[in-house]
């Protein structure tokens, strides 16, 4: 019967172990036990086949076998007997079948072990032969062989084996023994690795090959437990090696020495080929698993019984010196030229992994001192020296410190005994720290100039020193990459002055090399990182692009062309004509409101910058130009970028939850090496913080750039949320930090990202889940913790009157205007701030607000009590919790944030009540102002409010006097004084404008129409409401206080607007702003609030000095047209005064007081009143019948009235209504009114005059002075306005008027505004800008007048005086540009434009300075004449002195 037939036929029937178990369960006796075993000797003898038997024995439960072997459980009572009734029995057998063939027990267990090994192993070569070679046993072969070993055990226990005849005879086979077999061979303490080291004379050729075979052998999808035997197969006999190949002994004999050198033999072996492997490969997947999984052996848990701490640290230092001594076939000049390509992202992964794996039970500082040694003591491969270094930066940032000491322990030395090894070293140490970016170690640039730049130098203690310098660097030269060489060249090593020569030499060979390089040093950009990492060096093209943007950015936030442009424009002129100026003048489509860029190049143009031709060809190709988008990515990468990162991306994300804190470093440094092919260009080096431009309507993003930023926050977002599942922010590791600042290294990625930001928050923010609200609220916290290492951020348009870091930026997105809004923001800043009281609990103190913005925590101060009612009975006071049930637990907090089934409600109302989010108000910074609560208010359209009108009421009432007044001033609040309330209302309204300006900026679906405003003056309405009853308990000085507050608040308001004397154009816009918005809130407040009153000798009065003061110093500036109030302010002052009189005794005669005050010191409130009392009569009329009921009206009331009749009398010729007893302003008044209703009626306007002759009386010629005036300045607002359609008939009624007035010299007073006298009262009518043009009337309307009217104003006393002084203004009036306009359309009768108006004056004046006596000017009021005309015109100044000045009418000039 053949052996398998043998086998089928046991198992069809029941099997001897099976027999015996089912003995032992029925207890037999002893005889019964004897009979047993003699049956069963009989029967072997019988079935002589003792491979089969030995199967048969150790056919036990595969399950309980693998217990046994993992250590598991123990076998059962019976399972012991019966293996061990077995055991005795096939030893018995063994015994009798080894003496009738005559040879040892041990050599016929042997034959039947290794026919049994032979056939468990056996189908591995029919495998071989269809599949490719299985390098470890299959899980059935696995249990087969532990089975066979635990018999193996058995027989050896009885003497019945011996293993080293068993690797004897199995070595005989000429095949490499399986590393499995091996294995288990060790773990079952059969045959110990460390025996077959010592006793195999061809270890070493079959272990090496061996275990480079199970190395790249991959199990098949599926067989975990294959993967895990592989590995336990690799660290057992790793661990041996490096056990025997790495303890000490004090005293080693010769076979440990020699079994010490074959181990490290093997090892060695090993490494050399995983070296040789990642040469040829240049990423992970191309390397193989091989490699990979050799680097994973390298790990502290080979530590262990067979190897000490010590033996292992041994090992990992002679595997590191092997590593950077492996075949040095590079020079130092390869190294040099190179080096670009050996940075940490572009070195192999299973490289840096095995770097990685043997630095880590070793400090910084032994590492480099080990690398030091090995650099002075060997031929190292600077390859792998150079990635080692940049490993060691990037995986731990504590190595910058003790790389620079390491720097300068090397060039002290170096300049000690001047070694050029050490010199070399460390230039090229240097730089590889430097490739890795300014985040990891300063630039070389940087490092350089520290070295290098000052006197204080290395090399700047002898002559001989400075030689030795110049000498390397001219030395490296021929090798150097061209941005050492610039680096060399624009920040050249101090030299004393008088060895400037040997630097010249230096620089000399520099540029040359540079010209044969075609890198010219004027190639080079303006800003450019010279000494920065990028491979591909950046093309010219695209530095001065890089340029043009930087120039740009800096012009436009200091207004001057920075000296970097104007210097290149002067030393650097080739790359200004032929790079820099091409770039910036790239044809595009011009907007139609200069942007910064255009406002550069009308800047350079203004200097001389752009030659002509140049310009003019780019403003033709701009006006050909038509929308094309010019912002196209090209990638120029082996493989797809996006797919690259995105794969980068996701291995990024298993990091984070894994909490690999050093492979995180490894992987964000490949992903900022895959973002800059994305978005080309160097990094800026951040030392200073730059301005980035936030466009808040940007222009369509590339496709590539979007797909990339989306893809960047998305990542961001799932890390949080996987990193959230484990540990809340404060147990985290520093991975999200870490990601930011990776990304502030790129400002067109920061760009692109900032824009995204803000499109997100501003426009979808309503739509996005909590996950990515919660993503990108902690992604924006972290923006802002890193805002010192971050640029400024300027909004365009200019939002924000200046750049701000990117946190406030990215929070004046969040538009609070309406219910949605409102709600999408408080989600957002609730789940900012809940994250950054998180994660910066884990902070010193100093430390925890960088992760709190400001700026989203006062949104929650106002957004929380507007939405939550209940949040009002909690205020958040800097005293601590007002409420009983205060929060401190953070994992609640963040548990709340990040729970799905929580609502926005539920957590804002927990962190609202929680003690962090409390103490926060203790710092200033976090303190919302009253101020800032009134323009968020201000904001809200009242149409789109979560509030309804009664609830919005009830809310404001509740921020205005239950959480403001009280507050203390330093903490935002009013300290309990309401003028101090109101005047933060009154602030709020008057701005009002300008933030909804700034808002409809930022959002163009707000309406300035809907807002709070009438909401907050009805808060004002309330507020000085009752102030005017709280202070009338102190009698009328309590009301006097009321009226003295609003005009000293209008009055500060328009100081702080005008800062100087002379008004330019942008401040008499803010000031005209300023007083019709006050107009408003005068409109809205009780008239009776603007006139005081006062007692005095026990009664009381009105004091109207207030009311005059703000017309004439305020009012009186912003009319239009000049000289004429509002009508329905007019009728507020008057109402004023009438309400005011009833809390007098008498009020009658009050109001007549009042009037006449008035009317003598307030004449524009005067004309006012008289040009709109058709339409206010009778509504004043009633309102003083109601509240003086049967008191006749006033007489200065009814004075008014009367003048009116009788202006309108003299409409249809003379009238027998006699001239009233009235103030001659208030007469003229009258008749400018009548005349200006009837649109100049002549008839009416010659009866006025004949009946108001100036020889009738001096009341008579002052009314027709004032007449004078006032048609002067209707002939000024006529030029000045063109809509005013009274330009010709003003100007016939004034040549009317001075033919009336021309022979009596008080017509020139009012040309004279600054003269005291009757008539200076008058100008108060008017605005300064006015009143400073009637010099430039004086002559408009003299040179038109007939020669007869001339000839009469000529004789007229004073007349060259004024005419004089009007020309010394006039021609400041044309030197300051404050001329009238030209006429836009063509007067119905010729008139004088303004510079022919000049071009008349001068001869006119000439010929009446030739014609007048020198009597008619004093000797004072010559030399004053002839000084100011000195500068302004000298010939005046000499016609003045021929003609007047008697002392220069000598007889010596006679003849003349």
Request: hydrophobic share 40%; proline share 5%; net charge negative.
């Amino acid at each position: 019967m053949s052996v398998a037939a043998s086998c089928e036929s046991v198992s069809q029937e029941r099997t001897l172990s099976s027999l015996l178990a089912s003995r032992v369960v029925k207890r037999p006796k002893l005889e019964d036990g004897r009979r047993l075993q003699e049956a069963a000797i009989q029967l072997l003898e019988q079935q002589q086949n003792l491979c089969s038997l030995l199967r048969e024995v150790g056919n036990q439960d595969p399950c309980r076998t693998q217990c046994s072997q993992s250590g598991e459980q123990k076998p059962a009572a019976s399972e012991g007997t019966s293996s061990a009734i077995a055991a005795t029995l096939l030893v018995c057998e063994l015994r009798h079948q080894a003496g009738q063939l005559g040879i040892p027990v041990v050599v016929l267990s042997v034959k039947m072990v290794l026919e049994r090994l032979m056939e468990i192993t056996g189908t591995e070569e029919e495998e071989e032969v269809k599949d490719k070679r299985r390098e470890l046993l299959t899980s059935s072969q696995r249990v087969q062989l532990c089975v066979l070993l635990e018999s193996s055990k058995d027989l050896l226990s009885q003497g019945a084996l011996c293993p080293k005849l068993l690797w004897q005879e199995y070595r005989r086979d000429q095949r490499p023994p399986s590393l499995e077999v091996v294995y288990h061979l060790h773990v079952n303490s059969i045959l110990t690795v460390k025996y077959i080291l010592e006793s195999d004379e061809g270890v070493r050729s079959w272990l090496v090959s061996q275990l480079k075979a199970l190395c790249s052998w991959t199990p098949p999808q599926g067989e975990e437990e294959t993967k895990q035997v592989q590995q336990k197969v690799l660290l057992v006999v790793v661990g041996v090696l490096v056990g025997s190949g790495f303890e000490l002994s004090p005293e080693p004999a010769a076979p440990d020495r020699r079994i010490s050198l074959l181990c490290c033999s093997v090892l060695d072996e090993i490494l050399f080929w995983l070296l040789d492997t990642v040469d040829k490969s240049l990423t992970l997947q191309s390397a193989g698993a091989g490699a990979e999984l050799w680097v994973q052996i390298f790990n502290a848990s080979l530590c262990g019984v067979s190897t000490s701490a010590e033996a292992l640290q041994r090992f990992f230092t002679h595997s590191l010196t092997q590593t950077l001594t492996y075949k040095p076939r590079l020079t130092v000049s390869d190294a040099i030229t190179l080096q670009n390509n050996w940075t940490f992202a572009k070195a192999s992964r299973p490289l840096t992994s095995l770097f990685r794996k043997l630095a880590v039970i070793f400090s910084v500082e032994q590492l480099l001192r080990h690398l030091q040694q090995v650099l002075e003591t060997h031929e190292v491969n600077w390859k792998h020296v150079l990635c080692f270094l940049s490993t060691l930066l990037v995986y731990n940032p504590s190595t910058q410190a003790s790389l620079r000491e390491l720097l300068s322990r090397l060039l002290s030395s170096a300049f000690e005994s001047y070694d050029l090894e050490n010199m070399i070293t460390a230039f090229l140490l240097a730089r590889q720290a430097a490739l890795e970016g300014t985040g990891i170690f300063p630039s070389y640039s940087d490092w350089f100039k520290m070295s290098f730049g000052g006197g204080s130098g290395y090399h700047a203690t002898s002559k001989k020193s400075l030689v030795f310098l110049l000498k390397f660097l001219s030395d490296l030269v021929p090798f150097e990459p061209p941005q050492y060489l610039k680096v060399h060249v624009l920040h050249p090593p101090y030299i004393p002055v008088k060895h400037r020569s040997l630097l010249m030499e230096y620089t000399s060979l520099a540029k040359t090399r540079l010209a044969d390089l075609k890198e010219s040093v004027e190639d080079m950009g303006l800003y450019e990182d010279i000494s920065a990492a990028g491979g591909a060096p950046v093309q010219p093209q695209c530095q001065a692009a890089q340029d043009v943007e930087k120039a740009v950015s800096l012009f436009e936030s200091t207004g001057r062309i920075s000296a970097t442009v104007m210097e290149a424009s002067i030393f650097r002129r080739p790359y200004f004509l032929t790079r820099f100026l091409p770039a910036l003048l790239t044809p595009r489509v011009l907007p139609v409101k200069a942007d910064a860029r255009m406002s550069f190049i009308e800047a350079l143009k203004k200097a001389d910058k752009i030659p002509a031709a140049q310009y003019s060809s780019y403003v033709e190709s701009c006006q050909r130009q038509r929308q094309q988008d010019r912002s196209v990515v090209c990638v120029d990468a082996s493989d797809d970028p996006v797919e690259v990162l995105k794969v980068q991306l996701q291995e990024f994300t298993e990091l984070v939850v894994d909490g690999d804190d050093g492979e995180m470093l490894a992987q964000l440094s490949r992903i900022s090496h895959t973002l800059s092919i994305v978005f080309p260009g160097r990094p800026e080096e951040l030392t200073e913080q730059t301005v980035l431009k936030l466009h808040t309507d940007p222009p369509l993003s590339p496709e590539l750039h979007v797909k990339v930023v989306n893809m960047i926050l998305r990542n961001f977002c799932q890390c949080l949320l996987d990193a959230s599942r484990a540990n809340p922010p404060n147990k985290q590791t520093l991975w999200a930090s870490r990601f930011v600042t990776v990304l502030l290294g790129n400002t067109q990625l920061l760009s692109s990202l900032i824009h995204r930001l803000w499109d997100l928050f501003h426009n979808q923010l309503s739509s996005l889940s909590s996950a990515h609200i919660l993503g990108l609220a902690a992604f924006v916290v972290h923006l802002h913790a890193s805002m010192s290492h971050s640029p400024l951020i300027q909004l365009v348009p200019p939002i924000l009157p200046r750049p701000v870091p990117v946190g406030e930026a990215l929070s004046s997105a969040l538009v609070c205007s309406s219910h949605t809004h409102m709600l999408s923001c408080v989600r957002l800043c609730v789940a900012a701030v809940c994250y950054g009281l998180c994660r910066g609990d884990s902070l010193p103190q100093h430390q925890q607000q960088d992760y709190i913005l400001s700026s989203l925590y006062k949104k929650l101060l106002y957004l929380i009590p507007r939405l939550l009612p209940e949040a009002r009975r909690t205020p958040v006071t800097a005293d601590g919790p007002v409420g009983e049930n205060q929060e401190e637990n953070l994992p609640d907090l963040w548990s709340s944030a990040t729970d799905t089934s929580s609502t926005w409600r539920k957590t804002a109302w927990y962190l609202w009540r929680h003690a962090a989010f409390q103490q926060l108000q203790h710092k200033p910074q976090y303190q919302l102002m009253f101020s800032e609560w009134l323009v968020n208010e201000l904001r809200v359209q009242r149409s789109e409010d979560t509030l309804s009108d009664p609830e919005r009421q009830e809310y404001q009432q509740w921020a205005c006097l239950e959480l403001y007044w009280c507050c203390p001033e330093e903490e935002g609040g009013c300290g309990g004084d309401m003028k101090s309330l109101c005047s933060h209302l009154l602030n709020a309204i008057m701005d009002q404008q300008s933030s909804d300006e700034s808002l409809r900026k930022l959002d163009h679906r707000v309406s300035a129409a809907g807002t709070c405003l009438p909401d907050i003056l009805s808060r004002l309405q309330e507020l000085v409401f009752e102030m005017e009853v709280s202070n009338l308990s102190g009698g009328w000085r309590g009301r006097a206080d009321v009226c003295d507050f609003l005009f000293q608040f209008v009055s500060q308001r328009c100081s702080s607007t005008v800062s100087s004397a002379s008004l330019s154009v942008s401040s008499e816009l803010s000031l005209q702003h300023t007083l019709n918005t006050w107009n408003r809130v005068l409109l809205a407040l009780p008239a009776g609030l603007f006139v005081k009153v006062k007692a005095e000798g026990g009664r009381t009065t009105l004091d109207c000095n207030t009311l005059i003061e703000h017309v004439n110093q305020h009012q009186r500036k912003v009319c239009s047209p000049a000289g004429l109030l509002p009508r329905h302010v007019t009728a507020h002052f008057l109402r004023g005064v009438i309400c005011a009189s009833v809390c007098c005794g008498y009020p009658r005669t009050e109001v007549n007081k009042a009037w006449s005050q008035i009317s003598l010191r307030c004449p524009l409130l005067l004309t006012s009143t008289v040009h709109w009392w058709e339409s206010l009569s009778p509504v004043l009329l009633s309102l003083w019948s109601r509240v003086c009921d049967g008191e006749p009206l006033p007489e200065q009331l009814q004075l008014l009235t009367d003048c009116q009749h009788w202006a309108h009398s003299l409409e249809n010729g003379p009238s027998s209504l006699p001239v009233p007893e009235a103030p001659a302003l208030l007469l003229a008044s009258s008749l400018h009114r009548a005349w200006r209703g009837h649109a100049g009626d002549s008839q009416g306007f010659s009866a006025a005059l004949n009946m108001l002759r100036p020889e009738r009386g001096t009341q008579h010629r002052q009314v027709l002075l004032f007449l004078l005036f006032l048609c002067v300045n209707d002939y000024l607002s006529a030029l000045l306005c063109p809509q005013e359609k009274i330009n010709q008939t003003a100007r016939s009624l004034c040549s009317t008027l001075l033919s009336v007035l021309v022979d009596s010299a008080d017509w020139l007073l009012i040309f004279k505004p600054n003269e005291q006298g009757v008539y200076q009262s008058v100008t108060m009518v008017t605005s300064d800008e006015f009143t400073g043009l009637m010099p430039w009337a004086f002559y408009s309307l003299l040179l038109q007048q007939s020669a007869e009217l001339l000839h009469r104003a000529v004789r007229c006393p004073g007349f060259l005086h004024t005419a004089v002084l009007c020309y010394i203004r006039l021609l400041e009036l044309f030197l300051e540009g404050h001329t009238p306009p030209s006429a836009v359309e063509p007067a119905e009768e010729p008139q004088l434009e303004p510079s022919q108006i000049l071009n008349h004056t001068k001869p006119f004046l000439l010929r009446v300075i030739s014609q007048t006596s020198p009597t008619a000017l004093s000797s004072s009021q010559l030399r004053q004449l002839e000084s100011q005309c000195a500068d302004l015109d000298p010939e005046v100044a000499a016609a003045l002195s021929v003609h007047l000045d008697p002392q220069s009418l000598s007889p010596e000039m006679d003849f003349l």
